[in-house]
């Protein structure tokens, strides 16, 4: 098998071109603590999904600059907690941001003050969903999913009020589930949903819910993601549920999480 990639390689130097290099989609979640930032890198496009808490903006431009990120073609922000959006100002100072998508609420925060003042300084198209949108970019085609529930700001239920985005590239399914949880992740499960994937974003940073059973049951992943820390780990609950059913986990505990997938497998590069 060397011997005739070999071969194949000579003949395309000798005829003046080169192996054209294995085009894909990169996905990386940032080690950030105990926050969300995920990357998707592919056909020139660069998607956003959350942007970790505001002391993490410098750590995310550094990650950005050395994948010589110049530009973000979406940006979504699941949820309006610290974790997700406190970076954003930031990252819009220093990069252009082509378009942004926003669940349909309003909560009183210094935090949400600073992101939306931001959105509004740089005149980033904003877009708040009431229902599903879908969309494509390069050959990734996207959903996302709002809320089924209204937010309480006395209750605080923003982790309820999660966009949950599904990607599809090639035959490689992703699910970003950011913080669902509670009566909007039950919704999920027994509503009609599609939630078979090959990667998932489990969601709240890998907290125990008596539903993510019916979850890893209905989207069956290969690969999952958990976004926590040494100092705010996933519950051991989650991880064995993930372990019985034989799935990959990645921690970024353990550092920056980067998958690769050609739209027909997804594998582990070797940084």
Same mark, same amino acid.
């Given at each position: ?10 003949? %395309? ?6 192996? &054209?290099p ?5 996905i990386?979640t940032? +080690? ?7 990357l998707?890198s ?10 970790? &808490? ?9 990650a950005?600059?050395?994948l ?18 406190g970076g ?5 100072? %220093? ?25 509004? &300084? ?8 009431? %229902?599903? $949108? $879908? ?20 209750k ?6 999660s ?11 992703? *699910? ?12 999920l ?16 940073h ?5 539903? *993510?059973?019916? *979850?890893?049951?209905l ?8 976004t926590? +820390?040494?100092?705010?780990?996933? %519950?051991? &609950?989650t991880?064995?549920?993930? $372990?019985t059913?034989?799935?990959?986990t ?14 027909q ?5 070797k940084?």
């Amino acid at each position: 098998m060397k011997t005739i990639l070999s071969i194949c390689i000579c003949l %395309a130097m000798l005829f003046g071109c080169t192996p &054209e290099p294995v085009s894909g989609m990169d996905i990386r979640t940032f +080690s950030i603590g105990k926050a969300d930032c995920s990357l998707l890198s592919f056909d020139g496009y660069n998607v956003l999904i959350d942007t970790g &808490e505001e002391d993490d903006g410098d750590d995310i431009l550094e990650a950005l600059k050395k994948l010589q990120v110049k530009k973000l073609d979406l940006v979504i922000l699941t949820h309006f907690d610290k974790d997700h959006i406190g970076g954003f100002p930031e990252l819009a100072a %220093a990069l252009p941001v082509d378009r942004v998508i926003l669940p349909d609420y309003v909560r009183s925060s210094d935090l949400y003050d600073a992101m939306t003042a931001s959105i509004e &300084e740089h005149g980033i198209p904003a877009e708040r969903l009431t %229902a599903e $949108s $879908s969309f494509a970019l390069g050959r990734a085609s996207f959903t996302v999913w709002p809320s089924t529930k209204t937010y309480d700001p006395e209750k605080g239920n923003d982790n309820q009020m999660s966009l949950v985005t599904r990607v599809a590239f090639g035959q490689v399914r992703l *699910l970003f589930l950011a913080d669902a949880e509670g009566g909007w992740l039950k919704d999920l499960c027994y509503s009609t949903y599609e939630l078979g994937c090959d990667v998932i974003k489990i969601p709240c940073h890998g907290k125990w819910q008596k539903h *993510l059973p019916a *979850l890893l049951t209905l989207s069956l992943p290969q690969y999952a993601i958990i976004t926590d +820390s040494d100092k705010n780990p996933a %519950a051991v &609950e989650t991880l064995d549920a993930l $372990s019985t059913m034989d799935v990959t986990t990645l921690r970024t505990a353990d550092g920056d999480v980067h998958l690769f997938t050609d739209g027909q497998t997804v594998t582990i590069p070797k940084d």
